[in-house]
């Protein structure tokens, strides 16, 4: 389980370098992006799609090759696999074999906001991404409301604005939030403060690529 970066290729660390460089086969959601990865390492690696719409087959699949003795990597697009990405099913399959699962750590885009954010980090909820529909994010909000942690979740580009709506909306305007986008990349913009402060100047920048959203528990004031 090889962690890749969420955007500066720098932060590939050398032991996930040199795994990607030794194993048999490559497991991986976008051959296109892992090829065009193990390009600027220059190496040449076999790789597999792994993805979300054939996980079942496929891990049973690689789960075979490992069986045979084969070594395989698995990564995500970018981040760490199995983290609202797919690899759960492939590591509980080697479980069920009693096959090793190594994990080579790295990025992980919400601890990496978390770190930078202020927001308290003794104990946090992960949630990846909430539901669509707007009435199941609303009935999110509400029921954890007076959650006593930080709650970090990803948003896409095309819902991240309607998202704080609804914190300013369900949780108040003085929630302090944290809205980060690209992080790592040229353009890695932190927005952090009270939702409405956040929800004004979230509608002054771009809304393109990743975010991430943290919560602050009821009380908490920067």
């Keep these: 389980m090889v962690a890749t970066p969420i955007g500066n290729l720098a932060d590939l660390s050398e032991r996930a370098k040199a795994i990607l460089e030794s194993v048999d086969?490559?497991?991986?959601?976008?051959?296109?992006?892992?090829?065009?990865?193990?390009?600027?390492?220059?190496?040449?690696?076999?790789?597999v799609s792994y993805?979300?719409?054939?996980?079942?087959?496929?891990?049973e699949r690689i789960a075979d090759l490992i069986s045979s003795g084969k070594s395989v990597a698995l990564v995500s697009d970018a981040g760490t696999p199995a983290i609202s990405d797919p690899g759960f099913r492939l590591t509980r399959a080697c479980r069920k074999r009693g096959l090793p699962v190594v994990p080579v750590p790295g990025p992980v885009a919400f601890a990496t906001v978390l770190s930078a954010s202020g927001l308290p980090s003794n104990g946090l909820l992960y949630v990846g991404f909430l539901p669509p529909k707007t009435s199941a994010r609303v009935s999110f909000l509400q029921k954890h409301k007076a959650f006593p942690y930080t709650i970090a979740l990803y948003e896409s580009?095309?819902?991240i604005a309607a998202a704080?709506?609804?914190?300013?909306?369900?949780?108040?305007?003085?929630?302090?939030?944290?809205?980060?986008?690209?992080?790592?990349?040229?353009?890695?913009?932190?927005?952090?403060?009270?939702?409405?402060?956040?929800?004004?100047?979230?509608?002054?920048?771009?809304?393109?690529?990743?975010?991430?959203?943290?919560?602050?528990?009821?009380?908490?004031?920067?």
């Design 157 to 159: 580009c095309h819902r």
């Design 164 to 222: 704080v709506d609804e914190i300013v909306l369900e949780l108040g305007e003085t929630r302090v939030i944290t809205v980060a986008k690209e992080v790592t990349k040229l353009h890695e913009t932190f927005l952090v403060g009270p939702a409405k402060e956040v929800q004004e100047k979230l509608s002054k920048i771009t809304i393109k690529g990743e975010f991430v959203l943290l919560i602050a528990p009821e009380e908490f004031v920067l």
């Design 25 to 47: 086969l490559i497991a991986c959601e976008d051959t296109r992006t892992t090829g065009g990865l193990l390009n600027r390492l220059g190496k040449r690696v076999e790789l």
């Design 51 to 59: 993805h979300e719409h054939n996980e079942l087959e496929a891990a």
